[in-house]
């Protein structure tokens, strides 16, 4: 005996006649796609390897990177000022927190693209400066919307509101009495928010981004409909020329299945990490504590 405690020990699963069936079944089931998808000719794996490395294929690869980014960092930074104003204690702020999130969240990310690619139609032209005074540059919107710019913006404002319910989630997570005993220590709300609150709130944040990174990846796809030679569209203007339409999308698919492994095996190890659920504390653990100047546990 190596003295570990029997409730500690794995217990060990015997598995059934059924299993072993099944398993039999899925791996024939397999097989024969994978025979049937490697001997048919119509799928031309020959066409396929030959533009998966193509300069315009690894270019588009390069923006949709490029767009995923962009798009998760700067729509993590809004969700998190949208979070806080969500959970503000003041009504006229917390109100538009929440007319902002359920626009967003409400209507199609493809109608908001291709709003903001036409958002000149509306304002043709925009004055930015102070208020009441002639004090301004005029700004041409129909310039400025390039497809790109259009994609940026249109993908970061819907990602922003479904961080900030990501986000306002992991402050929901924070034991109330946390928030109690930092009030008792003086904290400020803006100290409160990043000594007590953010911290514990990441065993719940960060796994759900990663997530929502995985998903912005493959959602960056629909901006080809602006003309913007990610990924997707890289491959449609080749297939347009080529007319080689099936292994084209083959291509562009088995990018998205590499990209999305790739970031799921980070993600994976986030979870393993910071998930809640499948941490434990060490027998005789005592849980850590704010007190106040007096030494009054909270």
């Given at each position: 005996m190596n003295g570990m405690d029997p409730a500690l020990k794995p217990r060990l699963r015997r598995r059934s006649t059924f299993e072993y069936v099944a398993w039999v079944v899925c791996t024939l089931v397999g097989l024969g796609i994978l025979i049937s998808v490697a001997t048919n000719p119509n799928f031309k794996w020959e066409v396929v390897a030959k533009y998966f490395t193509h300069e315009s294929i690894l270019r588009g690869l390069m923006l949709t990177i490029f767009l995923t980014v962009a798009s998760m960092a700067l729509g993590t930074l809004l969700g998190l000022v949208l979070a806080i104003m969500r959970a503000s204690s003041v009504k006229p702020i917390?109100?538009?927190?929440?007319?902002?999130?359920?626009?967003?969240?409400?209507?199609?990310?493809?109608?908001?693209?291709?709003?903001?690619?036409?958002?000149?139609?509306?304002?043709?032209?925009?004055?930015?400066?102070?208020?009441?005074?002639?004090?301004?540059?005029?700004?041409?919107?129909?310039?400025?919307?390039?497809?790109?710019?259009?994609?940026?913006?249109?993908?970061?404002?819907?990602?922003?509101?479904?961080?900030?319910?990501?986000?306002?989630?992991?402050?929901?997570?924070?034991?109330?009495?946390?928030?109690?005993?930092?009030?008792?220590?003086?904290?400020?709300?803006?100290?409160?928010?990043?000594?007590?609150?953010?911290?514990?709130?990441?065993?719940?944040?960060?796994?759900?981004?990663?997530?929502?990174?995985?998903?912005?990846?493959?959602?960056?796809?629909?901006?080809?409909?602006?003309?913007?030679?990610?990924?997707?569209?890289?491959?449609?203007?080749?297939?347009?020329?080529?007319?080689?339409?099936?292994?084209?999308?083959i291509v562009a698919s088995a990018w998205y299945l590499v990209m999305t492994l790739l970031l799921s095996y980070p993600q994976s190890k986030l979870e393993q990490k910071y998930s809640r659920t499948t941490s434990r504390l060490p027998r005789n653990a005592k849980p850590v504590v704010l007190t106040d100047p007096e030494g009054a546990a909270r």
């Open positions: 917390a109100a538009a927190a929440g007319v902002y999130i359920t626009l967003f969240r409400g209507t199609p990310v493809l109608v908001q693209l291709i709003f903001w690619f036409n958002i000149a139609a509306l304002y043709p032209n925009l004055t930015i400066g102070i208020p009441f005074t002639n004090i301004g540059t005029a700004v041409d919107v129909n310039a400025l919307m390039g497809p790109i710019t259009a994609a940026l913006i249109g993908l970061t404002l819907n990602e922003a509101a479904y961080m900030a319910e990501i986000i306002r989630g992991g402050f929901s997570s924070v034991g109330k009495g946390q928030i109690e005993a930092a009030d008792s220590l003086g904290m400020s709300g803006a100290m409160k928010m990043r000594k007590v609150i953010i911290p514990q709130a990441m065993p719940s944040i960060i796994p759900a981004t990663g997530n929502q990174v995985i998903g912005m990846f493959k959602e960056t796809s629909l901006v080809s409909v602006l003309g913007v030679a990610e990924l997707l569209q890289s491959a449609q203007l080749i297939y347009a020329r080529t007319y080689e339409t099936i292994p084209l999308l």
